[in-house]
């Protein structure tokens, strides 16, 4: 059974950092484009970052480029999301997405397969 599971969300301040990491189970990484994406209450879900599973394509959301960075280990079947200079307005819920192979377009309905999602909260 495919499975992602997301960890290293939390409590940060305002201007701090954050490391999120995607376990997949149940099916190969490298097969898979995969991607970050972001709910805040009372929003709709975004894309922050994908990555091709090549890992040598990647995309970021305009308000994140330069702060955020995605990688892939798909020796360990991990996906991480480095954030650094967190913003208010980076919190909300953090999902970990995949599709088979494409382009890293982070557009949610491109992706058919989701982790159950990690809360980053930033507080001034």
């Known amino acids: 059974q495919l499975q992602l599971v997301e960890s290293g969300g939390g409590l940060v301040q305002f201007g701090g950092s954050l490391r999120l990491s995607c376990v997949a189970s149940?099916?190969?990484?490298?097969?898979?484009?995969m991607g970050w994406f972001r709910q805040a209450p009372g929003k709709e879900r975004e894309g922050v970052s994908c990555?091709?599973?090549?890992?040598?394509?990647?995309t970021y959301l305009d308000s994140v480029k330069g702060r955020f960075t995605i990688s892939r280990d798909d020796a360990k079947n991990t996906m991480y999301l480095e954030m650094n200079s967190l913003k208010l307005e980076d919190t909300g819920v953090y999902y970990c997405?995949?599709?088979?192979?494409?382009?890293?377009?982070?557009?949610?309905?491109?992706?058919?397969?989701w982790g159950q999602g990690t809360q980053v909260t930033v507080s001034s």
């Open positions: 990555i091709s599973s090549k890992g040598d394509s990647k």
């Open positions: 997405a995949a599709r088979v192979n494409g382009e890293p377009i982070c557009v949610a309905d491109r992706y058919g397969y």
């Open positions: 149940g099916f190969t990484l490298p097969y898979y484009t």
